[in-house]
């Protein structure tokens, strides 16, 4: 698996951007948010039951994201259709503010070593990657169960004081200080 320190890696994929059929999906590279944070987080499955929580999780927490100059992208190895169909399907994922690209051929998931085994779909997996596209976060659980959006939240600000941050720092807290 691809872990800190190391790039995240180039890929070019459609994501559903809106409910609207005929301008719903744009394409989406790696270069897309150039010189921005940007949290990538996976899914394992659309029309599942935990995976909406924790998209819609997400989706109310996006203003803060934003607010850090960095930008939401979920992926599963769903299609575009598929992604698009949830969408108008599930209330809580109708006007999500970020795109859900769509890893059909599996290829980014493969890469970053996050393609499940058994169940052949990506791994429920959260990269935090900085504005020079190097992941300083990982964050990975098991299968059947959900993450948390603030935990994800609260590691960036962490990562953006770029400096030495104590168990359980939250924004506003002091930082330590090396002696």
Request: with cysteine; hydrophobic share 40%; net charge negative.
């Amino acid at each position: 698996m691809l872990s800190i320190g190391q790039k995240f890696p180039a890929y070019s994929l459609t994501g559903v951007v809106s409910n609207d059929l005929a301008r719903g999906f744009q394409p989406f590279t790696n270069d897309s948010f150039a010189g921005k944070w940007q949290v990538v987080f996976f899914w394992p499955k659309d029309f599942t039951f935990i995976c909406p929580t924790e998209i819609a999780a997400f989706g109310k927490l996006d203003k803060e994201f934003k607010a850090r100059d960095a930008q939401l992208l979920g992926v599963s190895t769903d299609s575009e259709f598929v992604h698009h169909a949830w969408r108008k399907d599930k209330e809580e994922l109708r006007n999500l503010p970020f795109p859900m690209l769509s890893d059909i051929k599996r290829e980014l998931s493969q890469t970053l070593g996050i393609l499940d085994p058994e169940a052949g779909v990506a791994q429920r997996a959260t990269y935090i990657v900085d504005p020079q596209g190097v992941i300083r976060f990982v964050y990975v659980t098991d299968l059947n169960v959900g993450r948390s959006p603030n935990e994800v939240l609260r590691v960036l600000d962490a990562l953006q004081t770029d400096e030495l941050c104590p168990c359980n720092w939250k924004q506003g807290d002091d930082t330590l200080k090396a002696a």
